[in-house]
């Protein structure tokens, strides 16, 4: 009787302890510390216009048009990179899972600049899987699970 009275107190602890940190960390993922861009802001001003970009110039079997539409798709795949640098300052990251994902990104998309300034559009397509797998890793945990 008094073991599981101390086992039950010891779970209803571990919950709130839980529930803490699980606060926290919804914090973290919303919005850096102290500067005001919040992450749906930075998500749907400027990662999901150039993940659009980037389909849009070499998604599919589509390969950028002339100079501009390498030189455009290029811009895109490097604000993205840049982007994944911002998801990891001013404490956005709440852990693991999301310094991951953005090394995912960050990964994907050097080598699509690389193809890019090769004209290689098959490899860009490639980059492109990354890309997505990088949305998806973060997403997966963050946006669906615990919002
Ligand atoms: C490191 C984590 C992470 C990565 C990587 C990431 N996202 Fe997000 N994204 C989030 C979080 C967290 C939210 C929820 C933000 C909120 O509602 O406060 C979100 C929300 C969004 C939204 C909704 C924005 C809104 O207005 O509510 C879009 C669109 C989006 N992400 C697109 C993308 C795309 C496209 C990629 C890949 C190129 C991507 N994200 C990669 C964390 C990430």
Known sequence: ??????????????????????????????????????????????????????QGHAGGEKTPEGEDGWKSLTTSIALLNESSYTMMEDDRCPDKIWADACQILRKATASGLQAAAKKDAAGVRESIAGITASCKACHTEFKYKKK
């Open 1 to 54: 009787m008094k073991k599981s009275f101390v086992f039950a107190a010891g779970i209803i602890a571990l919950t709130g302890l839980a529930l803490t940190l699980s606060s926290s960390q919804v914090t973290a993922q919303k919005k850096g510390k102290s500067r005001p861009l919040t992450t749906a802001q930075l998500m749907s001003g400027l990662v999901k216009p150039q993940l659009v970009a980037i």
